[in-house]
């Protein structure tokens, strides 16, 4: 055969990927995590096959929002990614330390062969949706995400704080360096409820995602609240058991970015 082709491992042939989507924000605690879990879980729910590549190696967090405990096996063809209740792949560092609370303290070429391997090494089976949760910010990790892997699109999120600084257009033109398509921005914590009389408090100003996204090009995808179940929800492992309109609302509008 011809030369050029790239050597498959044995686990890239057992596994058919689709639609790879990386999930990025310019810094941590805005909820990109938690976007992920939710995207994975909404799709899943639609009837998809969905993985969840954890590549926020310094914080994992993707096993414990969805409860996972079960370590990843390791066969002949490669290593097995643990599932969750109803049938999401996960394949996160955390899932192959002895003791999940170890901390990482690799350096950069490590880290960068584990992303490597966690692409070339993972049996991933057959999947409609393989969803990346990224470190925040514009590291190591993101780079070898984007050189190594065939990326679909990326989905930003942002919180009203970050918005404030220009930490998101520093992710956005670097994804944009690497071809990467925009499906769009997504505006978490945006505001907050009263649960008496439903006002709208918007606790960090006034939201400025639609704006940033229209400056920066991209599709605006939406805004979600401070939503204190989906934070217990994730502390409880149980995300699974988690839905809200908001977000349903949002994975139709990436579904359709996502057909274009
Ligand atoms: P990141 O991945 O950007 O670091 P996480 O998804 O881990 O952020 O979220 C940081 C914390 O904020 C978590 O405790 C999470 O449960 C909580 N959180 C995220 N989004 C929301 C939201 N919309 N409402 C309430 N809590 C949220």
């Known amino acids: 055969s011809c030369s050029n082709e790239p050597q498959l491992s044995e686990a890239q042939k057992a596994s058919k990927i689709g639609k ?6 310019g810094k941590g605690g805005v909820g990109k995590s ?10 899943n729910r639609q009837g998809y096959k969905v993985g969840i590549l954890d590549a926020d190696i310094t914080g994992p967090s993707i096993p414990k929002i969805f409860g996972i405990t079960e370590k990843a096996n390791v066969n002949k063809i490669g290593v097995i990614a643990p599932q969750s209740r109803n049938g999401i792949k996960v394949m996160s560092l955390n899932l192959m330390l002895e003791n999940e609370d170890d901390p990482v303290i ?6 960068t062969q584990l992303i490597q391997q966690f692409w070339s090494d993972v049996v991933w089976g057959e999947l409609d949706y393989l969803l990346i949760d ?5 590291g190591d990790v993101p780079i070898t995400v984007f050189q190594s892997l065939p990326v679909s699109g990326v989905v930003m999120v942002t919180s ?7 930490i998101v257009r520093k ?8 071809d990467t398509t925009f499906y769009g921005l997504i505006e978490n914590m945006a505001y907050a409820s009263c649960p008496d009389c439903h006002k ?6 006034t939201p400025k995602g639609a704006e940033e996204a229209k400056k920066n090009e991209i599709p605006y995808l939406g805004q979600l609240p401070i939503d204190p179940v989906l934070s217990s929800m994730s502390d409880l492992g149980k995300i699974e058991d988690y839905q809200t309109e908001n977000f349903d609302n949002i994975v139709q509008r990436i579904l359709e970015e996502v057909a274009k």
């Open 20 to 25: 790879i989507i990386a999930v990025m924000s």
């Open 34 to 43: 938690s976007v992920t879990s939710m995207l994975a879980v909404s799709l």
């Open 106 to 111: 690799w350096r950069g070429a490590i880290i």
């Open 134 to 138: 990224m470190p925040p910010g514009t």
């Open 160 to 166: 009203p704080q970050q918005l404030a600084g220009m």
């Open 171 to 178: 992710a956005i033109k670097m994804a944009k360096k690497y």
């Open 200 to 205: 709208r408090i918007e606790i960090f100003g």
